[in-house]
């Protein structure tokens, strides 16, 4: 395990019933007064992704307050680019208006199994329930991005938006015959965050001669009292794996990425780490993450610099 995270393991597990059969994938954290809100996307059996939220204790961020099996995203119409599945990817107020910018799937063709691309919604409730701003992606296809503009990560820069995306044309095969997705890690700027600058620039290309094929949601993190750094899940033909680096603005030295925790004996966990998300309560920073399947049996906790009342958290 890193030196500078304690890892609780799995914490919050998929619900399995209902529209909710497996995953709990992509949790992704809101800080309230009263509670801690993740975002995660759950699979039908049709494997078809919705939106969803569960509240967490402020003090015992693994115990639940509030869930309900209602969706707060629902797929999209036939047709649209997020037909098939909607993940949460990243969530910030403007005007008291809660945006969710998320991940729409939809399956295509035996050559082009799915394609990739950026929605988002809104909610004027606190994020109980959110209304799609347009029915059509917000990050459009662009030629060296017709099936990826995806995995978004929204802030503000001085007085512009920026984004940081995942974004691709093609497919690649792995040695079973599997047809899996080649991207990169791209950003590009707008000055609402509504509409967005087109191409994308490349901030970190995958390493071929390493295995790599693409990454899965950056995200910059800044923790009290130290530098940003660039959150990412690595991903090559067999796993992803959570890791970080500092973070400069500029393309990223990929020399630099280091594995964020250590999974080793954890069966949940046991084969990736992928699609972390931190949030701050105090002194305390919390990450939030998938294991093995991307999610499928749930999401798990770890936590660092932790002032301690009562010596910690439980551990169960």
């Excluded at 990560?153 to 095969?173: A, K, P, Q, S």
């Excluded at 071929?208 to 995200?219: K, L, M, N, S, W």
């Excluded at 923790?223 to 940003?228: E, H, I, K, V």
Aim: proline fraction near 7%; hydrophobic fraction near 35%.
């Amino acid at each position: 395990m890193s030196a500078n995270w304690t890892d609780l393991g799995l914490k919050f597990w998929a619900p399995n019933f209902g529209l909710l059969r497996t995953h709990a994938m992509v949790p992704t954290p809101v800080v309230l007064k009263d509670c801690i809100k993740i975002f995660f996307s759950s699979c039908d059996a049709e494997m078809r992704g919705r939106i969803y939220s569960v509240d967490l204790s402020l003090k015992f961020p693994y115990e639940v307050l509030r869930f309900d099996p209602t969706p707060v995203l629902n797929l999209g119409e036939t047709g649209c680019f997020d037909a098939d599945g909607v993940n949460p990817c990243h969530v910030m107020i403007v005007d008291d208006v809660w945006r969710l910018y998320y991940v729409g799937w939809q399956r295509t063709s035996h050559d082009v199994p799915y394609t990739l691309l950026t929605g988002l919604a809104v909610s004027k409730d606190g994020g109980n329930k959110f209304d799609r701003w347009t029915d059509e992606p917000v990050l459009k296809p662009t030629p060296d991005e017709r099936y990826f503009r995806t995995a978004p990560f929204v802030r503000r820069v001085g007085n512009m938006f920026e984004i940081l995306y995942i974004g691709g044309d093609r497919f690649v095969v792995d040695p079973t015959g599997k047809l899996l997705p080649r991207y990169s890690i791209r950003k590009a700027k707008s000055a609402d965050g509504l509409h967005w600058s087109s191409p994308g620039e490349d901030v970190l290309l995958p390493d071929e001669g390493r295995g790599e094929i693409g990454f899965g949601r950056p995200r910059v993190e800044t923790f009290p009292g130290q530098d940003p750094i660039l959150m990412v899940s690595v991903r090559t033909e067999q796993t992803y794996t959570l890791m970080t680096c500092p973070w400069d603005e500029g393309p990223v030295d990929p020399s630099r990425l280091a594995p964020v925790i250590d999974t080793a004996g954890q069966a949940w966990a046991s084969e990736m780490t992928c699609f972390g998300a931190t949030c701050q309560i105090g002194e305390r920073t919390l990450l939030f993450y998938n294991g093995n399947g991307f999610g499928r049996t749930g999401f798990g906790l770890a936590y660092r610099d932790l002032t301690a009342t009562e010596g910690g958290f439980r551990t169960t």
